[in-house]
C-alpha cells in the first residue's frame, strides 16, 4: 500500500509563489495517475491538476490554468505542483492522490484511492 505525503504549503501575499511536493513510499507509483485537490474552508474538494504516469498528459482546472504546473519525478517517487500568481482564493488545503489511468478520464475525487494528508496553502492579499 502506498503512502503519500504532501510538503511545501505555507503563508505567502497575492501574486507570490509555492511548490507543493507529494512524495510516495511503500511503492512506486509511477505506473499511476496522481491528482491535486484542494479543499477551503465549508467548501467540497475540488479538482486542481492531475498528470499521467509518463508526465505526457497534464490536466488543470480552469481556475489555475496558466498559473500552476504540475510534473512528476518518478525517479524520486515525487509529484510537484508548482504555483504562480496565487490569488487569495486560493487559500485551501491541498491533497495529492493517487488513481488508476482512468481516474484521468472523470478527475473525480472519487476515483482516485491514496491521498495524502494535506497541507495548508494561505494567500494573503
Known amino acids: 500500500q502506498v503512502q503519500l505525503v504532501e510538503s511545501g504549503g505555507g503563508l505567502v501575499q497575492a501574486g507570490g509563489s509555492l511548490r507543493l511536493s507529494c512524495t510516495a513510499s511503500?511503492?512506486?507509483?509511477?505506473?499511476?495517475?496522481v491528482g491535486w485537490f484542494r479543499q477551503a474552508p465549508g467548501k467540497e474538494r475540488e479538482f486542481t491538476a492531475a498528470?499521467?504516469?509518463?508526465?505526457?498528459?497534464?490536466y488543470y482546472a480552469d481556475s489555475v490554468k496558466g498559473r500552476f504546473t504540475i510534473s512528476r519525478d518518478n525517479a524520486k517517487n515525487t509529484v510537484y505542483l508548482q504555483m504562480n500568481s496565487l490569488k487569495p482564493e486560493d487559500t485551501a488545503v491541498y491533497y495529492c492522490?493517487?488513481?488508476?489511468?482512468?481516474?484521468?478520464?472523470?478527475?473525480?475525487?472519487?476515483?482516485?484511492?491514496?491521498w495524502g494528508q494535506g497541507t495548508q496553502v494561505t494567500v494573503s492579499s
Open positions: 492522490a493517487e488513481g488508476p489511468i482512468v481516474a484521468l478520464t472523470t478527475l473525480h475525487p472519487a476515483d482516485f484511492r491514496s
Open positions: 511503500g511503492r512506486t507509483f509511477s505506473s499511476y495517475a
Open positions: 498528470i499521467s504516469w509518463s508526465g505526457s498528459r497534464k
